[in-house]
């Protein structure tokens, strides 16, 4: 835990009493601060209460006494209206703050010089994160990670010399820390997301700004007009940045060609990595990931040998395009995390001869937009509601059936590749929908993939039953 001693001996109010908002209580608390808690859920209230965290209904709180009002991400801050606790703060005059901003200052404050890797960006921030984190610990750093990944940040250890933290921020996080100050801070992408939370994507967009502004080194995706017009911004601005691109030559920076990744400065290029034997960071969007994860490790001191070799052993992330198992020249691969079309089209796109596996409780458009991969497919295997409308989708254009459970799909599907004499291919789970038909979560259902694999004759397992 990171003790928030910035706080001692003053109230600080908060609201949202989940996970990291109960960790967030519990740091402050620790750090001398005088917490008031609440939430809309009694439950919470309760565990917090259990926790020895004061709880108090935020509208029966004296506002004059309170030094600022912490307020869980996944609280309303602007859109589509502010939460009532929101209007407390504001005629109180009170700063409005989340834990990402609270770490910030707890490393002012200790260790202002320790690296700190903070990552955002509409998709591809987990896997560049985990990729970051990665490197560094296979070249023997001592590393934190946390944030939007899924530790809450203040659960780390505390800020000292030497300590390297790596840090994924979503949007609402950076909207509630305004003295956010990375060594390497990077922008991926921008594409219309949470708008429901923003208002407008320029909104958004302007949030998404304010990481790369604070960074000492601003690694921004240059592949979206939004990232672009940010990048000049903040080099004129006078910070320093390296432009990253995974379709366009870059002048200043990383881009790709394939699965080689060049490294331009002063108008020459070198090869700094190639990607094509590392089944991990297969796809254009990994080689986005793969030149944002190197920019940001050159920019805190990781040499290029050791980034190459912790390149080479990322295992990926469990459920996002992840190699789990192998037969011969079939490669089985967890994607379960794509729930939608739209984070199926990566998967499909980085395999030539695919055995899909698809299917669940569907989204609004269903598959229509990956028409385009279609060719790539071999065969489908189609599970769970979504089934009929998927088959009827991929109509004459592919060879499909309709398996119905992930177990009959995944034994049909092995048994079809294994026959496949045209060349590599891969079994993938990429279900292009949400899962709740059959499973708790895409998590249960990744999980249920990898050890049906596990249970097939002669497979050599990359990973374990549980991924």
């Known amino acids: 835990m990171i003790p928030v001693t910035t706080f001692k001996g003053r109230t600080v109010a908060l609201f949202g009493l989940g996970g990291s908002g109960l960790a967030t209580a519990m740091a402050l608390s620790a750090g001398g601060a005088n917490v008031i808690a609440w939430d809309d859920n009694p439950d919470s209230v309760e565990k917090a209460l259990a926790s020895g965290i004061a709880t108090q209904d935020l509208r029966q709180v004296e506002w ?20 009532w606790t929101v209007d407390l703060a504001h005629a109180a005059g009170v700063e409005i703050i989340g834990d990402v901003e609270l770490f910030v200052r707890e490393r002012r404050a200790y260790a202002p010089d320790c690296p700190f890797i903070a990552i955002t960006g509409t998709n591809g921030k987990s896997t560049t994160t985990a990729l970051i984190a990665h490197i560094l610990r296979e070249a023997g750093r001592d590393t934190q990670l946390g944030g939007n990944i899924g530790t809450a940040i203040l659960t780390l250890e505390p800020p000292k010399a030497g300590r390297f933290y790596v840090v994924e921020c979503s949007s609402y996080q950076i909207d509630l820390a305004p003295s956010l100050d990375p060594t390497a801070g990077i922008l991926l992408n921008l594409t219309p997301d949470h708008l429901d939370r923003h208002g407008t994507m320029q909104h958004y967009a302007d949030i998404k700004e304010r990481l790369a502004a604070g960074s000492q080194t601003a690694i921004v995706g240059v592949d979206d007009t939004f990232s672009t017009l940010i990048a000049d911004r903040v080099e004129r601005a006078g910070r320093r940045v390296v432009r990253i691109s995974r379709r366009n030559v870059v002048a200043d920076g990383i881009y790709a060609e ?38 940001a490790c050159l920019a805190v001191g990781i040499s290029e040998a050791e980034i190459l070799k912790g390149l080479s052993s990322f295992p990926g992330l469990k459920h996002r395009m992840q190699p789990v198992a192998r037969k011969g020249d079939v490669v089985f691969v967890n994607d379960s ?11 499909l796109s980085s395999y ?3 055995y899909w596996i698809a299917g669940g409780l569907p989204k609004e458009g269903g598959i229509t937009s990956l028409r385009g991969f279609f060719p790539r497919i071999v065969k489908a295997y189609l599970i769970g509601e979504a089934a009929p409308a998927f088959a009827a989708t991929l109509g004459d254009d592919t060879s499909y059936e309709i398996s119905g459970t992930l177990e009959r799909a995944v034994a049909h599907a092995a048994a079809d590749a294994e026959r496949d004499e045209k060349g590599p291919s891969a079994v993938m789970l990429s279900p292009a929908c949400a899962s709740f038909d059959q499973y708790k979560n895409f998590e249960v259902r990744g999980d249920a993939f990898v050890g049906h694999v596990a249970a097939l004759p002669g497979v050599t397992m990359l990973v374990g039953e549980k991924g």
């Open 258 to 295: 394939g699965a080689r990744l060049l490294f331009a400065r002063g108008g020459t290029s070198r090869e700094i990595a190639d990607l094509s034997a590392i089944q991990t960071l297969r796809g254009s969007h990994n080689a986005q990931n793969a030149a944002a994860a190197i920019a």
């Open 352 to 354: 030539e001869r695919i």
């Open 337 to 347: 995390k794509a729930t939608n079309a739209d984070a199926a089209a990566p998967a």
């Open 64 to 83: 004059s006494r309170v030094s600022a009002f912490v307020l869980s991400p996944g609280v309303p801050l602007t859109h589509p209206k502010p939460h």
